[in-house]
């Protein structure tokens, strides 16, 4: 397998692009790098559905709405193109900023009340910012299909959105999210969790799965499937959890009572990285 | 000639244009249809730049700020199907608002400072909504030339704008105004025109000739300017100048001094039609 070709610029992705057309499937993996296990399923699902694959590697400033989160967020190109290497990623666009975006961007993507709860509402412009770039590597690669992972669920619903909004005629597939044996989901920011910080780190999907636990035994409403859920997170000075909602999947909008799948979705502050996890829960039947 | 294709929905649009691919450049032109010698000018010049021309015709409920006139915009579509056929058209969309927009149109372009002046200042929402169908048209049809008259010169620079944030990979083509002998700005919005009004809508046109008069003369002052165009608008009960500014021709800024190619634009009230006009100005040569 040969590695990957590795460019900066939209013109020289474009004329790789281009030498390559007509010679099958194009699938396009964003990512912002430090790529983990996660990542590397999103690459192999693209790999099965495509012949060409192309991985964006772009820590995109449009979405962060803390500077320090952005400063710190970790970047390992070198490591991140021998991953690719290894899963047959065919082209690697790891752009600098100022290619992406050479002047104020002054047309953005607004996507509405998607963005209003959940992650949205307490990241004012993430979501706006992660919609604006999709659209840019859309129409920079034009890909047959876009992979995203469903652990940024959200995200997923959106981009979803903004495809179907905007008519691209892009197949946007969500992969499952792959977790550490104690079920805390894979992420790239799971690298700055100290020890303690590491050991209490999985108690957000526990909470999931409670969550789970009840609407699969039947319980609808949606404030006593929370509190149940938050009971599993620890009392510790070390977790604070930001949200966790109940919402339907589409439009992420919070429901009282569960009549049919749900997504459970939270955010739990862990010493001082944020770190988030969903689970898709349908009700058993004939219990709704 | 052969007549154009007419099809209403965008799985048919993309089969012709899949049945055609690979057979030369496409073009579009984007209209609201009620097409005139304006609108003829723009496929002409598709039909010169591109072997595949397509032409939309659809009332973006999207981009209307006021009931009143989406409701009274004229819609003349078997007309328009004939001037697409005398000039060479191939394919025509002539799409049902439903088609376009199947649900809530959650996703949109904001189109930042752009829409701050001019007719976005007084049209709220009005290029949120041009530049979001203006999107879906280009991901729908996926020209490799779009074409726009220059009498909406605000829609052209939030356009061109947009293409360029976007990264979309399309020619944005600026094609000049047509107008009547009078000066009259050709417009769809004309035909409300009653005799009185009709004879005094030239009156915009008047007004930007002469800022363009002083600014060739050398003067600089975009107050005096204003002024003095101002001045030409006749005091009458049927006309209310809503702006007439100066402003830089990209971004659409006013500018309290001529320092370059400037663009002076206006809106005019005539009776209940509002019309638009606009003119590129280039002060003299060692005049600046």
Not at 50 to 75: G, K
Not at 111 to 139: E, I, N, S, W, Y
Not at 156 to 168: E, H, Q, S, T, Y
Not at 218 to 224: K, L, M, N, Q
């Amino acid at each position: 397998m040969s590695p990957p070709v590795v460019v900066d610029t939209i013109q020289e992705l474009r004329e790789q692009l281009k030498a390559r057309a007509g010679t099958g499937r194009v699938g396009l993996v964003p990512t912002m790098g430090a790529l983990h296990a996660g990542h590397e399923r999103l690459l192999d699902r693209a790999a099965a559905g495509c012949s060409i694959v192309a991985v964006s590697i772009f820590v995109n400033p449009l979405q962060f709405d803390r500077e320090a989160d952005l400063r710190q967020y970790p970047r390992t190109l070198e490591a991140d193109v021998a991953t690719c290497a290894r899963h047959g990623v065919d082209l690697v666009f790891a752009p600098a900023p100022r290619e992406m975006y050479p002047r104020e961007q002054a047309c953005t993507i607004e996507v509405g009340r998607l963005a209003d709860h959940l992650c949205g509402r307490f990241r004012p412009g993430h979501f706006q910012g992660v919609a604006t770039v999709v659209m840019k590597l859309l129409q920079i690669v034009r890909p047959d299909a876009a992979y995203f992972g469903e652990k940024d669920a959200q995200q997923l619903a959106i981009v979803r959105r903004l495809a179907a909004d905007f008519n691209v005629p892009v197949e946007i597939v969500g992969v499952p999210t792959v977790r550490e044996p104690d079920g805390l989901a894979l992420s790239s920011r799971n690298v700055h969790l100290r020890g303690a910080e590491r050991a209490l780190a999985p108690a957000l999907y526990a909470a999931l799965l409670e969550a789970r636990r009840l609407i699969e035994a039947g319980v609808i409403e949606a404030a006593v499937i929370r509190q149940a859920a938050e009971s599993r997170i620890p009392v510790d000075d070390l977790l604070r959890l930001e949200y966790l909602e109940v919402v339907e999947p589409d439009e992420m909008q919070p429901v009282a009572q569960v009549r049919g799948t749900v997504l459970v979705a939270g955010a739990l502050w862990v010493g001082a990285t944020r770190l988030i996890d969903n689970i898709l829960c349908r009700p058993l039947e004939g219990k709704v």
